[in-house]
């Protein structure tokens, strides 16, 4: 064997990468999204659906009081059953 | 029946492995011949793991609920095809196949490599034998595919649909044969070393295995991006998605793998390549496993979510690293420096040009790929890493490599002189201003894409006029090289050219674009044995008076009680048409995505062009030049 360095040098790298993931390994893997506290929705316009008219995020989140905003997708089936609460609270 | 069956021959199989261990030991120092025990003990291992694998095929077939995988990934009104191939779809039952895949080719290794010294295939072996172990442990303690249920719940919960496909029923056992033949290049290049083995004749013989792995591994990626492209409705055949780029990684470490041993072959340099990329091949689809099974990555694919598979995998997977360190640095005899001299202008300098090249294509998606996981330990930030990061670090470089591609199999082996500089010229001029051409017509960046269609049609040219111009000389490379350079132009013109619309179309309504008329004339039902279509029919209408029909499908599965949406494509030589269509929540409207991908069909042809290339080099007996 030539020089020690290169295989010490490596053996740490790898040691290290094994730590990484191991440490990565404990971690939830379920998707946690950012907290956003006490930042502003960043404006949008958008068209109606059922209307084609085009409305903007300033004219809607006006007032001072609270609005509950839901993102969702036609295909994603947690938002298909999300719906109903949804659709019930704002009715309620 | 059948799982009792399987379950005692998967234990009698890893007993097998530890006699093997005992009779090659014995075997090793005494008698100049290789002990016949220990090949029908190979054998017999294997037999024992294809019983077992039968053994769990059976109990799915007969919808055997008692055993867990069956019940998890099962389901009586499921079709026998895919009750057969839902025995690999999932974390179990793959991995059986994966020991099944590595005890045939050490069986078949110890069959080929009968003009190779006795140590060397012994040593080969028993390397092979530590992988095997690992791997029978590690299905015995943490993914057993034999675990009872009791009493036996009357019906199971179903595969999931997307994966009711006859692509995806094949591409697990193709990409495994891919991936676990990587196996024997590892131990085989890990024995070499140790024996201190390596010559012209064992860079011949391993050149076999490589090629073997890698024309299965072409095609298992081809099929696997085949599947996601009419499948998951997104439209596109790649999406840097982690689980692709695990596969990706392996395959580049591999084919710089097949280009060094050419050398090797050749004048016995790169030695050190050699070794470090038949340790990574393997290493590298190891990793892929672990970051797949363990589930430390979020992936559309990640299909197992259990920390302590994941753990053994990591363990085990440092292992084999650590050992392959131990043994690079300790038994390589490192080439002499001063003895070998490199002219610039050689068939060997562009190759180690291509070697670099791939490295850092290999770096990148390395790096694009465990990034993530990197940054959330140690700073606990969540991100993904998508295309564009790719797109980016990649294309630079690729115009480079294509240009270095065209000229390299042009040079000869030690020293040479540039021939016919004219017509490389008179090709490289030819392609330039066709790029324009084409470019102009795009509404994309000019520069940058001029640049690249260049480079890439200047790569199709040269190479298609070796292809058809010489005397048959080296078809494999010259195939293999034809249809990347074919594969490289088609990403590139499908991704300028291809032109998307999404719109919601309720049954009647039209939408119209600039050269197209979209009518949704009509909804179809249809029951089928375990899920119900919705057949949509819309009329689309083309500027220049071509009507097409497209169907695009939702189906409703029952068990599990899932959505699918089915993308209806029409193909011809220049363009896909692709239709998926979606339902809108509580409304008569549904989504459309309608997208013309010009050149579809192409991508698909180069790579089964560059795996065929592959395939006439394994068959071929000449030496080639």
């Given amino acids: 064997m030539k020089s020690k360095t290169l295989p010490i040098f490596l053996i740490t790298i790898f040691i290290i990468i094994f730590y990484i993931f191991y440490k990565g390994l404990q971690n939830p893997n379920i998707y946690t999204p950012d907290i956003n506290i006490k930042k502003d929705i960043p404006n949008f316009k958008t068209k109606v659906f059922d209307t084609n008219n085009i409305i903007n995020s300033n004219e809607i989140f006006k007032e001072n009081k609270f609005y509950l905003m839901n993102v969702w997708a036609s295909w994603c089936v947690p938002c298909q059953e999300e719906h109903v609460f949804l659709i019930n609270l704002s009715t309620s | 029946m059948a799982s009792l069956i399987g379950s005692y021959s998967l234990n009698f199989a890893l007993a097998c492995s530890f006699l093997i261990i005992f009779f090659s030991i014995k075997n090793f120092d005494n008698q100049n011949q290789l002990d016949s025990k220990i090949i029908s003990l190979t054998f017999l291992q294997f037999f024992l793991v294809a019983v077992s694998f039968l053994g769990l095929v059976m109990s799915f077939v007969y919808s055997d609920f008692s055993n867990e995988t069956v019940f998890n990934h099962s389901h009586t009104t499921k079709p026998l095809f ?10 179990e039952g793959s991995l059986l196949l994966w020991l099944l895949v590595l005890t045939l080719f050490i069986f078949l290794f110890l069959l080929k490599s009968q ?24 299905v015995i ?35 495994y044969l891919g991936y676990v033949g990587s196996s024997i290049i590892f131990s085989s290049a890990l024995s070499a070393t140790t024996l201190n083995y390596i010559s012209k004749e064992w860079a011949r013989h391993l050149k076999q295995w490589v090629l073997v792995s890698w024309i299965f591994l072409t095609l298992g990626i081809l099929l696997g991006s085949i599947w996601a492209y009419y499948e998951l409705g997104w439209g596109g055949f790649w999406f840097w998605d982690p689980v692709e780029n695990v596969s990706l990684m392996p395959w580049l470490a591999l084919t710089t793998l097949l280009h060094c041993l050419v050398v090797l072959e050749k004048k016995l340099i790169l030695t050190s390549w050699v070794i470090i990329l038949s340790i990574a091949t393997f290493t590298l689809s190891m990793c892929g496993t672990f970051l797949v099974r363990s589930g430390i990555l979020n992936s559309v694919h990640t299909f197992a979510n259990d920390p302590e598979r994941g753990l053994f995998i990591l363990i085990f997977l440092f292992i084999l690293i650590f050992l392959s360190i131990f043994i690079f640095f300790f038994f390589h005899k490192f080439e002499n420096k001063n003895v070998i001299t490199f002219s610039w202008l050689s068939k060997e300098t562009s190759i180690l040009i291509n070697n670099w090249f791939m490295m850092y294509f290999l770096s990148v998606i390395l790096i694009g790929t465990v990034y993530p996981i990197f940054l959330e330990v140690l700073s606990s930030q969540k991100i993904s890493v998508g295309p564009p990061f790719y797109n980016k670090l990649i294309i630079p470089f690729l115009i480079p490599f294509l240009f270095a591609m065209a000229i390299g199999p042009k040079l000869r082996w030690i020293k040479s002189e540039l021939q016919n500089k004219i017509y490389l010229f008179l090709f490289l001029i030819i392609s330039f201003l066709i790029s324009i051409f084409i470019v102009k017509n795009s509404n994309t960046d000019f520069l940058v894409n001029t640049i690249l269609v260049t480079a890439a049609f200047y790569l199709f040219v040269t190479t298609a006029r070796d292809f058809f111009n010489t005397k048959i000389k080296n078809l494999s490379q010259n195939l293999a090289h034809f249809g990347f350079s074919l594969l490289i132009l088609s990403i590139l013109f499908n991704n300028m050219f291809s032109t998307e619309v999404i719109t919601n179309l309720k049954v009647g309504e039209s939408y119209q674009s600039k050269n197209f008329k979209i009518n949704f004339e009509r909804i179809d039902t249809k029951k089928n044995q375990n899920f119900e279509a919705m057949i949509g029919k819309f009329s689309i209408d083309n500027l220049d008076g071509n009507i097409e029909i497209l169907k695009p499908e939702l189906r409703i599965y029952n068990q599990p009680n899932i959505v699918t949406s089915e993308a209806d494509i029409k193909t011809n030589l220049l363009n896909d048409k692709f239709m998926t269509m979606n339902l809108v929540q509580n409304q008569d409207y549904f989504n459309i995505r309608y997208q013309v991908k010009p050149f579809m069909i192409w991508i698909w042809i180069s790579v089964l062009l560059i795996s065929f290339g592959g395939l006439t080099s394994l068959l071929k007996k000449k030496y080639e030049i």
């Fill in chain 2, 82 to 91: 895919y009750k057969i191939s839902g025995s690999w779809g999932n974390h």
């Fill in chain 2, 115 to 138: 003009r190779q010294q006795k140590k060397y295939r012994i040593l080969t072996l028993l390397f092979q034998q530590v992988i095997i172990i690992g791997f029978f442990i590690f």
């Fill in chain 2, 141 to 175: 303690k943490t993914s057993n595919p034999f675990t009872y249920i009791f009493p036996a719940p009357k019906e199971g919960l179903g595969l999931n649909p997307i994966l009711q496909d006859p692509a995806l029923a094949i591409h697990p056992p193709i990409l």
